[in-house]
């Protein structure tokens, strides 16, 4: 394992510290139990927004909390969901009056955190709801498995539903278009490398050198196929396909087209990526409005990528542009 | 002889060295159809409870399993904190105020833990979970009552059961957590939940049976 680390026991203490020593004028974090809030928390009046899972997939969650954006993050060990009492401190520094939203995205531990954690925030009578992001076409949705996985819609449903909550929104309204984002976005990732836990110091899967995996979740757990690797454009053809045919997306639609870097792709071949999808896209009638390229849900250093593609209507483009100044994504 | 808060104590502890000794097994077990860090998750979380145990002496068994559960939700992490917490909750729940269970005492204690853990997790059996070794555990300590068996004698039965319930998991396909994402791709590797659960009741029936 080649990791720029000092212990990899103190990996997530020592990023967290790192954050705030970094992002001390607009976040603040707490170390027992872990939580990382706005500095300004709890906003008065405004519905607080909380999400959190493990930690390795930065910059999700703990970059994207600020204004216009999330109000607190609860990150768990590496790939291991945060547990309930974080959630909860989380959920009571963020409570301005007005309730908070969980944004969870759906593995089966975060899920089952979370409701431990909304359980007791409401005995602590601090009004809470849930919504639990499920857009990854990869996996079948059916009542014979945990359903599908919460991938790069969560950032996305995190932005508008930031915005939204700013314009004062309540709690009801705010978790109704969150799962609106969650309805109109699909999602789907591949990998060329497998990662490391600093825990296990294993590669998550074995890959061969001529092999990719697609429809990965996040955490390194291996792929529905594996593959001879295929070109950029191969690849885009298989993951945009996918997520077309599923919605479906349709010719004439708007949409935001988030490319994602799986933490140990260049930007130029994300790039690459951008371009295939463009031309997938074009050929369909499928009309990019918004974009957003790069590494925004990680697996470690995982090679790879994945592709969101979000149907957008003037309400979700609005929220869309609306400011957010988090350390990971700043718009306006 | 009956099971007292003094033997559960122990029961904890030899449960947290067994999780330790089976840590990178259990990580293994995960790596294969989960994300790894079942048995990092365990050990980290089983070490806390035993640190919490420290002053808790004269708790009734109730209060004591209470405070195992509590550990566990807020230091395992992933789906196997709150399953294992409750688990543990739900016992202590069911043996409140007790400072000792015979053996109709254990199985319920039993039976409220696993019922809690299915209402938590949705799953049942050959979904290849954990479940999968408790509910044949739980069939066996009540089978074992029902022929008036000796508690030494319906513990080693349970866990028996639980391991065979375990071994079972290996040809099932999994249908909830994380595995279940893998689909047929999980057939062929055991379950890492029921792995930690059989090693629980073996743990009970040595610590309890007095063979340990």
Known sequence: ?332 | MNITSTTVREWIRAYADEIAEHRVELVKLDTAIGDGDHGTNMDRGMRKAVEKLDGTEGEDIGALLKGVGMALVSSVGGAAGPLYGTLFLEMGKASAGQEELDLAGWTGALEAGVKGVQARGKAEPEDKTMVDALLPALEALRAAADEGAALEDALRRSADAAAGGMRATIPLEARRGRASYLGPRSVGHQDPGATSSQLLLEVAATTFGGAG
């Open chain 1, 1 to 332: 394992m080649k990791k720029l680390i000092n212990d990899p026991e103190a990996v997530v203490r020592e990023a967290l510290e790192g954050m705030e020593a970094a992002h001390g004028d607009r976040l603040r974090v707490m170390y027992d139990p872990y939580v990382i809030v706005r500095a300004d928390a709890p906003v008065q009046g405004k519905v607080g927004l909380v999400s959190g899972g493990g930690s390795g997939h930065e910059p999700m969650h703990g970059g994207l909390v600020g204004p216009g954006m999330l109000d607190a993050a609860c990150p768990g060990e590496v790939f291991t969901s945060p547990t309930p009492d974080q959630m909860l401190e989380a959920t009571k520094a963020v409570d301005g009056g007005a309730g908070v939203l969980h944004i969870v995205k759906n593995y089966t531990g975060d899920v089952l955190n979370f409701e431990m954690a909304a359980d007791l925030a409401k005995g602590e009578g601090v009004e809470v709801e849930a919504v639990v992001t499920n857009d990854d076409v990869a996996v079948q949705d059916s009542l014979y498995t945990a359903g599908r996985r919460g991938v790069g819609v969560t950032v996305l449903a995190e932005k508008i539903c930031g915005a939204a909550a700013d314009e004062g929104k309540s709690l009801a309204e705010v978790a109704e278009l969150c799962r609106k984002v969650n309805g109109q976005g699909r999602s789907m990732g591949m990998a060329l490398t497998p990662c490391v836990t600093p825990g296990s110091g294993e590669p998550s899967f074995e890959l061969g050198e001529d092999e990719m995996e697609i429809g990965i979740g996040i955490h390194g757990e291996p792929g529905r196929f594996r593959e001879p690797i295929g070109t950029a454009a191969q690849v885009v053809e298989r993951l945009a396909s996918a997520i077309v045919e599923d919605l479906p997306f349709e010719s004439g639609d708007k949409v935001l087209a988030f490319v994602n870097g799986m933490g140990g792709t260049p930007l130029i071949e994300l790039y690459i990526v951008y371009r295939e999808l463009n031309n997938l896209l074009q050929e369909r009638g499928i009309i990019i409005d918004r974009r957003l390229i790069g590494d925004y849900i990680t697996s470690l250093e995982m090679a790879g990528c994945s592709i969101t593609l979000l149907k957008l209507d003037d309400e979700l483009t609005r929220l869309w542009d609306a400011p957010a100044d988090t350390p990971a994504l700043r718009v306006g």
